[in-house]
């Protein structure tokens, strides 16, 4: 994610680094915790594109404890899902191959050997990937070129050149940066001297380390620059671990951190060690949680907290405000909650707190609100189900199969199997056991393990029907149904929808029967039953686009379009899979799908060029993302393809396939929908952005939010943001104020 704060500095580092980084495909910067490696990475990355646009990857690992799981955490975080008998390495060679990718590892130290296997393993099976890893110590890995990241330059003791000769100084130029972020208002001037020696004696005393001075700055505003002074001479002969001879940088680190944390009162000193216990960043909600205290009181505090630079704000989801503390500062948090004899309460509450959270997971069909949560909260979440598995009991099934849900969300099913495995080795008895033992059903069916899935499925479904649970019975006999789907056994598993669709009507939940509705009209599809089918869609159709999130939807919408060809419908073929268009991001399966719907609908309508534009478009992005299609559905796409060729002839067909394969992206969904030929479109011919991002942007110029926006595009609220980032990167613009402004600019709205 973009950094929310200017970058400061560096420029003979970012000189240096530019030719190492096109010249080597590992660069490492080794630094001390605090010398500012992950920004400069961050920097770099985003300053230095060579001779062609780079794709650049960010995994953050100061979250990893468990370094056997760094590739599934790695392919996690990059959305490399598994598939069929792939391995997680594959997922991750296939994610990071092609056009020339840059991945940043970033804090690697804790996990070194894990972090240097994987590296070597991806620098050998992806060729031109490059990787930027920062660490505290080198990876040695073969190939491997370090560049040591150090202080800041300062300014010398000698300050005969006055205000100005300070203010050239790396050191002096950051503390300025923070501090009017404190206080606008705060300046070096010749008219008080006095205040530029305080603010190099600061720096100097801080050693040039880019945190230090950054938590020594946000005091600005709040205590006078002698204060601040003298509060670091007092503080600094602290040390990190007790020893007198551990590195500097390290004492005076750990000595800003004390220092600011014998500033709060007893309330926010509270709040801030125990908010330490959680691994990933957090919101409101998990701080109250931890911190046994109100929402409203909490979210006045990490406010403060924030505002001490003890918290950082990070990128929220859907306008979420969520913090994260950094390592070094959460790694004496956890000292001081340790000292506090608070430890295990604050963990029982972590852990009571989470498992509320995968409670609201309820089965057969989740909501998306309780889904979503989950997975912005699986950092902390599989933290708490390691830490509660030497316990076992409900809890930790409880705990283990949200995360489970997340993994099989995210398509790691390898890490999927693996958690309910363990899971319910440790706890062989629990309520939960068949929902666990249904999930590894459907995992192990997903994987191609057919017999294994069965079995799964089948020891599920009976131990439900020996009791009196009708949901979970419902979702016992899912993923019975998957599990028979898989073997291309269409008969049965629509005999067991119809079974599991009896009892979701009886629950009384709209979502749970809309959804065992599609279902159902699947396996009808796959039976010829299309009139019976149709009518189920007709039902849950309108329920699903109310509650459902938008990866059902586009499910039961492409079911709906496969289904009105079935009945030589066009109109209505046509109409479900454009409106798949508007909710699936262009480079998911989702969207390949409706992509041949509308290639067979223009075959059928006569439309031979843009049918084959639109298969073999589609045709690239299934290979690009590895989603082999079913068979029934690849035969109707290949005869369509077939009849287009034979009616066009060989090099009029020839010719639509080569212009359909180099559709992509904003191009190939603006193709698909009609609008245009598929060329980038805007404000004019000479605007840097496509159709969709200028919709975008223009929305932005208006003062929408990112929900307004993808509200009024219907689009999903991610695939906005992502329209954003580019649209950002394009215009080289970061505030959504400048991008207002060029909108205006280029004949669109004035700015808000």
């Known amino acids: 994610m973009p950094p929310l704060d200017r970058f400061v500095g560096r420029k003979r580092e970012l000189a240096r680094l530019r030719p190492l980084l096109r010249s080597?495909?590992?660069?490492?910067?080794?630094?001390?915790?605090?010398?500012?490696?992950?920004?400069?990475?961050?920097?770099?990355?985003?300053?230095?594109?060579?001779?062609?646009?780079?794709?650049?990857?960010?995994?953050?690992?100061?979250?990893?404890r468990d370094g056997a799981l760094l590739p599934q955490f790695a392919a996690a975080v990059l959305g490399a899902g598994e598939r069929g008998h792939r391995t997680v390495m594959e997922s991750l060679q296939r994610a990071l191959s092609g056009d020339e990718s840059l991945l940043i590892l970033d804090n690697c130290e804790h996990v070194i050997e894990p972090c240097a296997e994987l590296t070597a393993r991806l620098l050998r099976l992806c060729p031109s990937l490059r990787i930027l890893a920062t660490s505290r110590e080198s990876l040695r890995v073969p190939g491997e070129v370090l560049f040591r990241v150090g202080e800041l330059g300062l300014p010398a003791r000698d300050t005969a050149g006055g205000v100005a000769e300070i203010l050239r100084s790396d050191a002096v130029r950051l503390f300025m940066e923070r501090a009017k972020a404190r206080d606008p208002g705060f300046e070096l001037s010749t008219d008080c001297p006095e205040n530029a020696d305080a603010v190099a004696r600061i720096c100097r005393r801080l050693d040039g380390l880019p945190l230090a001075i950054e938590l020594a700055a946000r005091r600005v505003g709040t205590l006078p620059l002698g204060d601040i002074l003298s509060g670091l001479d007092n503080q600094l002969t602290l040390l990190t671990d007790?020893?007198?001879?551990?590195?500097?940088?390290?004492?005076?680190?750990?000595?800003?951190?004390?220092?600011?944390?014998?500033?709060?009162?007893?309330?926010?000193?509270?709040?801030?060690?125990?908010?330490?216990?959680?691994?990933?960043?957090?919101?409101?909600?998990?701080?109250?949680?931890?911190?046994?205290?109100?929402?409203?009181?909490?979210?006045?505090?990490?406010?403060?907290?924030?505002?001490?630079?003890?918290?950082?704000?990070?990128?929220?989801?859907?306008?979420?405000?969520?913090?994260?503390?950094?390592?070094?500062?959460?790694?004496y948090g956890l000292d001081r909650l340790a000292a506090a004899g608070e430890l295990d309460a604050t963990r029982e509450r972590a852990l009571d707190w989470l498992t509320t959270l995968t409670e609201r997971v309820s089965v057969p069909v989740p909501t998306e609100d309780a889904v979503r949560r989950l997975d912005i909260e699986q950092e902390n979440l599989a933290a708490a189900v390691k830490c509660s598995a030497s316990r076992g009991g409900d809890r930790h099934l409880r705990l283990a199969l949200g995360m489970a849900r997340v993994r099989l969300r995210q398509e790691q099913l390898t890490a999927c199997r693996e958690l309910l495995t363990g899971a319910l080795r440790t706890v062989p008895k629990s309520r939960y056991r068949s929902e666990a033992v249904a999930l590894a059903a459907?995992?192990?069916?997903?994987?191609?393990?057919?017999?294994?899935?069965?079995?799964?499925?089948?020891?599920?479904?009976?131990?439900?029907?020996?009791?009196?649970?009708?949901a979970e019975l419902a979702d016992a006999l899912d993923s019975l149904a998957v599990a028979l789907v898989c073997r291309q056994d269409f008969t049965g598993a629509v005999s067991v929808y119809r079974e599991c669709l009896d009892i979701t009507r009886g629950l009384g939940r709209p979502l749970a029967t809309a959804v065992s509705g599609h279902r159902l009209a699947w396996g009808l599809l796959h039976l010829g039953a299309v009139a019976e089918a149709r009518r189920l869609m007709a039902e849950c159709l309108p329920v699903l686009r109310t509650l459902a999130d938008w990866r059902h939807q586009a499910a039961a919408l492409h079911t709906a379009g496969a289904l009105a060809l079935a009945a030589d419908d066009l109109d209505s073929?046509?109409?479900?899979?454009?409106?798949?268009?508007?909710?699936?991001?262009?480079?998911?399966?989702?969207?390949?799908?409706?992509?041949?719907?509308?290639?067979?609908?223009?075959?059928?309508?006569?439309?031979?060029?843009?049918?084959?534009?639109?298969?073999?478009?589609?045709?690239?992005?299934?290979?690009?993302?590895?989603?082999?299609?079913?068979?029934?559905?690849?035969?109707?796409?290949?005869?369509?393809?077939?009849?287009?060729?034979?009616?066009?002839?060989?090099?009029?067909a020839q010719a639509a396939t080569a212009a359909g394969r180099r559709l992509e992206g904003d191009r190939l969904m603006a193709y698909a929908l009609g609008d245009g030929d598929g060329e980038p479109a805007g404000a004019g011919r000479d605007c840097p952005l496509t159709g969709r991002e200028w919709q975008v942007a223009a929305l932005v110029a208006e003062g929408l939010t990112n929900a307004q926006v993808a509200g009024r595009l219907r689009l999903s609220t991610s695939t906005v943001a992502a329209h954003l980032n580019r649209i950002r990167d394009k215009l080289g613009l970061r505030s959504r104020t400048r991008i207002a402004v060029w909108v205006a600019s280029h004949g669109g709205p004035a700015s808000p």
Do not use: N
Not at 579 to 587: I, Q
């Open 442 to 470: 459907r995992t192990a069916s997903m994987q191609a393990d057919h017999e294994e899935g069965l079995r799964l499925a089948e020891e599920a479904v009976a131990a439900e029907r020996a009791g009196d649970r009708p």
């Open 242 to 331: 007790g020893s007198r001879i551990g590195p500097s940088r390290h004492r005076e680190l750990r000595a800003a951190t004390e220092w600011s944390y014998s500033l709060l009162d007893s309330v926010e000193q509270a709040l801030f060690r125990r908010v330490s216990l959680l691994v990933g960043d957090f919101g409101i909600e998990g701080a109250a949680a931890v911190g046994a205290v109100e929402p409203d009181t909490a979210l006045g505090l990490v406010c403060s907290l924030e505002a001490k630079s003890l918290v950082a704000r990070v990128a929220g989801h859907d306008g979420e405000a969520r913090f994260r503390q950094l390592s070094s500062i959460r790694a």
């Open 24 to 64: 080597s495909r590992l660069l490492t910067l080794v630094g001390p915790g605090g010398a500012g490696k992950t920004r400069l990475a961050l920097e770099l990355a985003g300053t230095s594109r060579g001779g062609r646009q780079r794709r650049v990857r960010m995994v953050e690992l100061d979250s990893l």
């Open 573 to 652: 073929a046509s109409q479900a899979f454009e409106e798949v268009l508007h909710r699936a991001p262009p480079d998911s399966y989702h969207a390949v799908y409706p992509i041949e719907g509308l290639a067979i609908v223009a075959a059928a309508r006569g439309g031979m060029d843009r049918a084959l534009r639109l298969a073999a478009a589609a045709a690239v992005v299934r290979a690009r993302i590895d989603v082999p299609p079913e068979e029934q559905w690849q035969r109707q796409v290949d005869a369509a393809v077939s009849r287009a060729r034979v009616r066009l002839g060989r090099s009029a």
